[in-house]
């Protein structure tokens, strides 16, 4: 009986009320925590843990986080994810897109809807029917 009411008012009620709420609650929680950094640990070693600074960061910004900077775990994560970020991940400055939406969504989603991009999805999806 409110379907159709309640259906309506969802649009404005979240792109209104809820948007609001969680902007300004974000933007509270940025400007009060912006100033706090986490601590560092003193330890050489924590026993059988993986120190993602050393794993992941050049020796030199290892050390300057807390790391030991010695990169005691080689360099082989450090390339990939270097690699990652820089192909994978790189924002193509003239189109605004990653190279991952060549590789992946793209293909993905014209196997879907024959359309690079596009998800179709016949008939109404959110009545159920």
């Known amino acids: 009986e409110y379907r159709d009411k309640l259906l309506a008012s969802m649009t404005p009620f979240f792109d209104q009320t809820v948007r609001s709420l969680v902007n300004n609650w974000l933007s509270y929680m940025v400007e009060e925590w912006s100033s706090v950094s ?3 640990s003193n330890f050489e070693r924590l026993g059988n843990y993986v120190d993602f600074r050393d794993l ?3 020796a030199s910004q290892a050390l300057q986080l807390g790391g030991s900077g010695t990169e005691p775990y080689g360099n082989l994560f450090r390339t990939a994810v270097t690699f990652i970020k820089d192909t994978i991940l790189e924002v193509d400055d003239t189109t605004g897109l ?5 590789f992946l969504v793209g293909p993905w989603t014209k196997t879907q809807s024959e359309t690079p991009g596009s998800l179709v999805f016949p008939g109404d999806i959110f009545s159920g029917g």
Do not use: Y
């Open 56 to 58: 992941l960061l050049k």
């Open 38 to 40: 986490c601590p560092t």
């Open 98 to 102: 990653s190279a991952l939406n060549d």
